[in-house]
């Protein structure tokens, strides 16, 4: 394997730096090669040293504790001990790199968490109170809702089918929900009130039907346009009407 190249960084710690080893030579972390990892230990230590970097105590008895247990590997095994399963030197090692990863795992999450919710901004709440609309307390957007229902069995029920029912079968006719809303707010503006059914006289497709529904729910939740039942018709009417 040729030499490593390393980054000169600072660690959080020495477990930090054996994951990091670890990781870089894609070894199982439950079979540490022991030799291997502790020759590219002391040599990321002494990278450091040419580097002018401080050391801390925790890395240098890391570094003896790696010795340690690289000479017991390497020591033959006593003959009272033939036959019988010795303890894996590597064994308090592995569990504390193990332990590490799982913490280090969850602090990476919170951090990437933290950075997401960084950037999400809530509105304020807006004060009602200032809006004058006139709409019949007794009446829900159920009502909307049912009108919503009628309108659409209409165009479905219109003989001949329209082309562009079948058009909207094979492609994908955008219609912006945005401009429906400004549409409806400058008939609005003209006539001062308009019948719910009046707004879909000239309806073309079944999307522009959902448009225009969805545009007179916005209107109403943003306290902009206020409904009242007149003669069993929905009648629509601006702020201030």
């Known amino acids: 394997m040729g030499e490593l190249s390393f980054k000169l960084e600072v660690f959080e710690g020495p477990l930090d730096l054996l994951l ?8 199982n972390i439950y079979d540490i090669p022991i030799s291997l990892i502790t020759d590219q230990y002391l040599k990321h230590l002494e990278q450091m ?3 002018d970097l401080e050391i801390s105590s925790e890395f240098l008895m890391m570094a003896a504790r790696l010795l340690y247990i690289k000479s017991r590997m390497l020591l033959p095994k006593h003959e009272e001990l033939e036959g019988e399963e010795e303890e894996d030197p590597r064994q308090e090692l ?23 919710c ?17 709409v019949n307390p007794d009446l829900e957007v159920d009502v909307l809702t049912g009108a919503f229902e009628r309108v659409m069995k209409r165009f479905e029920d219109r003989l001949p089918p329209s082309i562009m029912l079948f058009s909207g079968m094979v492609r ?13 707010s400058r008939t609005l503006k003209i006539k001062g ?15 522009e039907i959902v448009a225009i529904f969805l545009a007179v729910l916005e209107l109403v939740r943003n306290n902009e346009v206020g409904f009242e039942m007149i003669d069993n018709q929905i009648v629509l009417s601006g702020a201030g009407e």
């Open 94 to 116: 592995i569990q504390n790199l193990v332990e590490y990863k799982k913490y280090k795992e969850v602090s990476h999450f919170f951090s990437d968490r933290k950075n997401i």
């Open 172 to 184: 994908r006719e955008p219609v912006s929900v945005k401009s429906k809303m400004q549409s409806v």
């Open 49 to 51: 040293e040419k580097h």
């Open 20 to 27: 990091f080893l670890i990781q870089k030579n894609k070894v």
């Open 118 to 134: 960084d950037f999400l901004y809530f509105k304020s709440a807006i004060n009602t109170d200032d809006f004058k609309i006139n």
């Open 193 to 207: 009130q308009v019948t719910f059914d009046d707004l879909f006289l000239e309806v073309q497709s079944r999307s």
